[in-house]
């Protein structure tokens, strides 16, 4: 991702003329772990010719140290310090598709942040497909629990009312290809001329 880390996008076009559309601000892919934020982000700029950026590696990236790490050292106060911080700058700094940590959209500073500079889009999915993608990975400091299907259903319960206050809503389940995600996605993103123009 090095090489889009610091992309902007022209003051008229963030997509190329064959592309599903002009984009007008950028689209911030909320949801839990495991909805298929950075995945369905990353195929959805590459389909709108946009730069791709996630908010959990740009933090990485200043800090030199990963997300376990920082939670370790300095807890999740200051990791949500710095990714508001990151999402503020990242709002402004290029007009494309920004995924954001599952705990980035539980912040109300954030959500109003997201939701006058860019769009928020909430990736649904259900708690089961959530942890038949999570289950393997070792990298998810908040499910380093004793029990971390608990674990993940607490937050799952917790945050989908938050989720719920996004601007659209895009369903990711088992069944539906990634591209058939970003296809979703377009479909929402249609109803949001203020978001996305369509080209001629």
Known sequence: MSEIEHSTASDDTTAPGNGPGRLKKTIVMVGMMGAGKTAVGRALATRLGAPFLDSDHEIETAANM?????????GEAFFRKKESQVIAR???????VLSTGGGAFLSEANRA????????????????????????????????????YA???ALYDARVPFYAEADLMVRSDAQTSVEGVVDRVLAALATRPDVLEPTE
Do not use: C, Y
């Not at 990963?66 to 300095?74: K, N, Q, S």
């Not at 990242?90 to 494309?96: E, K, M, Q, S, T």
């Not at 928020?120 to 629990?145: E, I, M």
């Open 66 to 74: 990963t997300i376990p790490e920082i939670f370790a050292r300095d």
């Open 90 to 96: 990242l709002l402004v700094d290029a007009r494309g």
């Open 113 to 148: 942040m997201i939701s006058q500079k860019g769009v928020s889009v909430w990736l649904n999915a259900g708690l089961d497909v959530l942890w038949n993608r999570v289950r393997h990975r070792d990298h998810r400091p908040l499910l380093k629990t004793e029990d971390p």
């Open 151 to 153: 674990t993940l259903k």
